[in-house]
């Protein structure tokens, strides 16, 4: 997307009116709007204006909603898990019996075990005391031990009885303090509000459990430790470091500064976050991680699209929640557009934001790439289609693939060519070196300037652009000889040097981006690459340059289902996003050519056909023009006196041995042929076309 920037130069109307309110008014200094709320601290969030607009209330809403549903899965797919809020209720209701129960039950155990064994040692004491035939001092002692473990047995049960009440009396006072708030809350808001009263205060009571119930047994609390955004979790701050530390692009130490909040963009479709590495750790490092980081997010590769920013250590994150590009296009503008003003940048197609990409050809040249079927020709013809419906622009078109690409530019093309034919290539090449670069040449020292441009354009109907494409060089390279392969790539390069400021657009597509496909020197000075999928981060390199694929902008990630997608770079230096040209199918592209053959039939551009050419070119071309005119559909050959006759009708009085001179014929053809029962000499019409041919290189 081209940026526009107002020039120094251009005068500043604000700037402008406070000046001349100083000049024209000195008595009266201009006076500074007072801004009502003044952040001298600059810490006050930065809220766009339009976010109070109607559009703005719309996205909002939009955003809110789809953090809703999310939300509502997330907290769907938690529920079967240990820290659904029905477990975490469960457990707090089980953790308050507990509490109130206590922990008195172990001693009253404890006292209940030592009755136990007292009355145990009781009863055996007993047993022995009351055996018979014991002398009487064994008697009185055995006596004396029945008598103290009855004692200790009384003990034992008095403790235990204690206990017992001391425990009862325990829960009964937690038991209160556990019911009284629930009751209190639950009968005042019943008493106060009613039936929803009643229902918020159960609810109350149930979130005040599932408080006391959120740590699992093991101790654990929920966290979003593992959370992804492929799950259908929210971006946080804790999720963006750990994926940038699991992915390696940090320290497990270090953390990012986030300069923005993570939050979802205005029309719900990505997360996004603009944040800054720790020191010492490049950008590259990040871009170059989109798998790993990727995978952290739950998420595709084509999902994550990291920018750098202003500097080095500025990362803009965007995580899309569905793959992009992968709606059905929208409708192309140029099927409503009346005409084209190529002077003017025109829209390429939409970048990942849904924002229009827009490109200025004047002075420019491309390369577009990309495998088989990824989308070249539709990317080229948003350029060639606009240009079409600019009637000043004259094309030039070849496809070495021989394809059907270009045939429906024909009738609208200055020359073309679409057999694939290293010749015919050369002729237009050699054409628009010899001719039109020649005459924009002449026309610049005429406007007293090294270039053309849109003013002079305004002023001179003869300044106008051109377009030159040339699609599958490598075709042509492999189908010419040695010479004219050189001469082929001389002039190519001649043309898009010297005639870029000359206003000729020249546009290189290739299947097979590599050295051969176009050479280097005169890749090096096409300054707009858009790379379709590519086969290998190699051939991505080739259309965008060194490097590119290594800090993240590899067109091979481009998915083959993404037809039409592709890396877009607007001149050296832009930052490479992913845009999905507009397309046209074949009825729009017929229909768009329509009204483009109409304007230029209006204006009076269309190019010569090759019988407008013939009569150009003097008077025997006018003759024998009138001459091909005069074989009817279907009829080869013609009697010398009907040909005669009918030039001289149509004012070219012509005597047969002219004739004979402006139309040679071979001895077989010199044979007298039968019409209409008489033998007569006459004029085939292949002797015809061979003369045109022949003496003016036209093909009819
Ligand atoms: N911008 C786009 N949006 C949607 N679909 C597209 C887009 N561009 C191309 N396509 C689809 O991809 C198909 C192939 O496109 P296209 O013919 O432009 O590819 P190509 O790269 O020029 O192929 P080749 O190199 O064989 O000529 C089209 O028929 C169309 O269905």
Redo the contacts with the bound molecule.
Sequence with gaps: MSIETTPSSTPDPEWERIVGGYLNAPGEAPVEKQTTSVDLMGDTPLTPAWTKTRTGWKSRAEVGRVNTVRGFRKWLRRQATEHGHASQIGRGIRRTVLWVQGTEGAQVLAARYEVQQTQRDYKAAKWAHDRRLMPGKEKEKRRREMEGAFADSASAMSKYRSAQRDARMRRAVRGVAALTPIAGVEGASLQLLGTPGGLAATAATLATFALIGRRTTAGELYTDRDAKIGDGDRMTDDMVNRVYRDARVIAADDTLRLSTPCTLTADGKAWQVVFQLPSGTPAKKALGAREGIANGFGVSVQQVHQTRGDREDTIHLRVSLKLPFSTK?TRGPLLDAERVNLWQPIRM?VNLRGEEVITSWVERSGLFG?E????????ANDLLLAAALDPTVRMYLADG?A?A?ITPFEPIATMYDTDGDPDKLLDILQYMWDVEIKERRALAKEHGSRKLTEAMAAVDPRVCLAVLLVDEWSSYGAAADQKTRQEMERLLRLIVQQGRALGIISLAAT?KPDSDSVPTGIRDILSIRWA?RCLTPQASDTILGQGYASAGHNAQDILKSQ??VGIYMDGEGAEPELV????YDDDEVAAILGRAYSLRQEAGTLPLGPLDRLRAAGEDGEILATLFGLYPEGVEMLPTARVTEGLAAAGHPVTADRLAVLVPRTDEEKRRQEVSGSKVSVYPLTAVRRAVLDRYDIGL
């Excluded at 088989?372 to 990317?379: D, E, F, L, Q, R």
Aim: no cysteine; aromatic share 4%.
């Design positions: 296009p197609g990309g088989p079927g990824s989308g070249k020709s539709a990317a693939k394809g690409d299947q379709m037809r039409g999905r040209g507009d397309y």
